[in-house]
């Protein structure tokens, strides 16, 4: 499986971005997707997750509220929508997929990664 996400760039405080993340290849195997980012100096922290029926969720506090997270089936893509971004929300992004949303969002086994996507926001 291979996972392209995209949507980055550079948004002042308060607006908005989408990411995306295409799954392509064996994708007939369902996993759960996840988004995690990483700031310069700090770790690679799981921001929002979610099972490939869209049944089950998961937001890191931080995001709660401001995030959301959906997928569609049919274009194997994954969406997280970013509103009243924060200039704390600067990070690489990075979609990956493993095996449920517990697993993505406990520090469990990722088995694909996607490249990272630049989110800047200026305050």
């Known amino acids: 499986v291979q996972l392209q996400a995209s949507g980055g760039g550079l948004v002042q405080a308060g607006g908005s971005l989408r990411l995306s993340c295409v799954a392509s290849g064996r994708t007939y195997n369902n996993f759960a997707m996840g988004w995690f980012r990483q700031a310069p100096g700090s770790h690679r922290d799981i921001v929002a997750a979610i099972s490939w029926n869209g049944g089950s969720t998961y937001y890191a506090d931080s995001v709660k509220g401001r995030f959301t997270i959906s997928s569609d089936n049919a274009k194997n893509t994954v969406y997280l929508q970013m509103n009243s971004l924060k200039p704390e929300d600067t990070a690489v992004y990075y979609c990956?997929?493993?095996?449920?949303?517990?697993?993505?969002?406990?520090?469990?086994?990722?088995?694909?990664w996607g490249q990272g996507t630049q989110v800047t926001v200026s305050s």
């Open positions: 990956a997929g493993g095996t449920t949303v517990p697993t993505i969002s406990r520090g469990g086994r990722i088995d694909y």
